[in-house]
């Protein structure tokens, strides 16, 4: 398994989107193969008026690489898009520097941070999420450390696969946010009213119906997906045997409103 960090500038000539998809050259495709887990990073270049967790260079979330693509559009046959997994971002960035001002990343030459793609060790990689207060104890930081780090701020692995599955299509994403839009239909919570340029777009797509029990079948935007935000997406499913309904959920959003009032 490979460990990685991955540059996406706040304005670039790639066809990136946290969180969903990842474009690249073909120099990079030994080292972004499926199952990579990667830590996304923002270096100097700035988009004016673009808001950013930090100012300088940083590292803002977390993520798995999922299926390869070549892209097929027209002059793009050395690129690829690789369809991104478990996407969490960071509460805060963490800087790309120690407070002793070292590297958190170990720079082999001058040049090591103006490639897009690099590979870090799992020590480097857990010291990040560390900073990042993904990871509570210091114990967790050694060679064989057998510990399952895919699915942070998820409850269970089941859940983990159920957001792999359904998410990383951007397409049928796209579709479900051009159908729905990007507030919550639960809280009605709209990341960009609240965060301005940073939440643009951003939001969980959530299937109404469990893979569990539906299997694999035909997916329409319109009527098998919805719109969720992050909390409530994992409110959903919370439970263990069970996923609540949007109607459960909202009804029990209404009944705390109701009672703190």
């Known amino acids: ?24 050259p073909s120099k990079y495709r030994n ?5 990579s887990k990667v830590i996304y990073y923002k270096g100097t270049r700035k988009k004016k008026n673009y808001i950013r967790l930090l100012d300088g260079p940083h590292y803002f979330g977390i993520a798995t690489i999922g299926k390869i693509e070549k892209d097929l559009s027209e002059n793009s046959k050395n690129f690829f898009y690789a369809y ?7 509460t805060y960035a963490v800087d790309f520097k120690d407070d002793n001002g070292d590297y958190l990343e170990k720079v082999i030459h001058k040049n090591h941070f103006w490639n897009g793609v690099r ?18 104890d210091q114990s967790y930081i050694n060679e064989s450390s057998n510990e399952n780090l895919s699915s942070f701020g998820i409850e269970g692995k089941k859940i983990g696969r159920y957001t792999t599955i359904y998410e990383r299509d951007p397409k049928l994403r796209s579709r479900a946010i051009e159908i729905h839009g990007t507030t919550c239909k639960c809280c009605r919570f709209n990341f960009e009213k609240s965060y301005g340029d940073l939440g643009k777009n951003f939001i969980h797509v959530h299937h109404i119906r469990p893979i569990s029990e539906s299997g694999e079948n035909l997916v329409n935007p319109e009527t098998d997906l919805i719109v969720v935000c992050p909390n409530c997406h994992y409110m959903i499913h919370r439970r263990r045997n069970y996923t609540l309904s949007i109607e459960e959920l909202k009804h029990i959003l209404l009944h705390q409103i109701d009672y703190r009032d």
Do not use: C
């Open 119 to 136: 590979l870090i060790d799992k020590k480097i990689y857990e010291k990040i999420l560390l900073k990042a207060d993904l990871l509570k």
């Open 31 to 35: 080292r972004l193969t499926e199952g």
């Open 84 to 90: 991104i997994n478990n996407y969490q971002p960071f």
């Open 1 to 24: 398994m490979n460990y990685l960090v991955i540059a996406e500038n706040d304005e670039s000539q790639w066809n990136d989107r946290t969180g969903e998809y990842y474009h690249f």
